[in-house]
Every structure is written in C-alpha cells, then in structure tokens.
C-alpha cells in the first residue's frame, strides 16, 4: 500500500518562504514521477512542479524561479521550496506519485497554505 504524507504548509506573509515535503511509504523507485498539485479556494488542481525518477524538473510557468522541487532518495521524500510567496500561491497543496508500472496516480492528504497580503 503506497502513502503519501504531505508536511510543512502553514500561513506565512507575502514574500515569505515555506517547504513543503511528502514522504513515501517504500521506495520512491517505483515511481516514474512525483510532483506537486495544488487547489487554490473554488478553483479546480492545477499542477505546480514534478521531477522524474531520473531528476528532471518542470514547472508550472507562475511558479518558476520562485518554486524549487527536489527530492532524497535515501529519506524517500520529495520537497517543495517556495520563496517570494504571493496571496495567489494560496491553495491546498497535494503530493503525486505515477507508479511505473501501472501507471496508477497516488494522492496525499493535502496540506494548506495560506499566504497573506
């Protein structure tokens, strides 16, 4: 059974930082990707970041340079650094994992943040 675990959202001011992290249950291995997704208030998941099995990264194109995905293999976790946050950034943040074989999308529990103005 694969869990994932999101930590570390909270409410900051505009133009603070935050990291967000999502441990795996086992091996990140069997994923082809992970990312990030998030649901700002009324408005439908929008993906944020991802970063393959082999380390590259994408971005959604009103988080680049501000946002920064990584991961740790040895801990099974994947991380969101968010700086120069906005009142937009404002959403429930998801972790998701592809799994390699099947294809199959694996969801966290969420986590909020809140930035304010």
């Known amino acids: 059974q694969v869990q994932l675990v999101e930590s570390g959202g909270g409410l900051v001011q505009a133009g603070g930082s935050l990291r967000l992290s999502c441990a795996a249950s086992?091996?990140?291995?069997?994923?082809?990707?992970m990312g990030w997704y998030r649901q700002p208030p009324g408005k439908q998941r929008e993906s944020v970041a991802a970063?393959?099995?082999?380390?590259?990264?994408t971005y959604a194109d009103s988080v680049k340079g501000r946002f920064t995905i990584s991961r740790d293999n040895a801990k099974n976790t994947v991380y969101l650094e968010m700086n120069s946050l906005k009142p937009e950034d404002t959403a429930v943040y998801y972790c998701?994992?592809?799994?390699?074989?099947?294809?199959?999308?694996?969801w966290g529990q969420g986590t909020q943040v809140t930035v304010s103005s």
């Open positions: 970063i393959t099995s082999g380390g590259m990264t």
């Open positions: 086992g091996s990140m291995f069997r994923f082809n990707v």
């Open positions: 998701n994992a592809v799994a390699r074989i099947s294809g199959y999308d694996y």
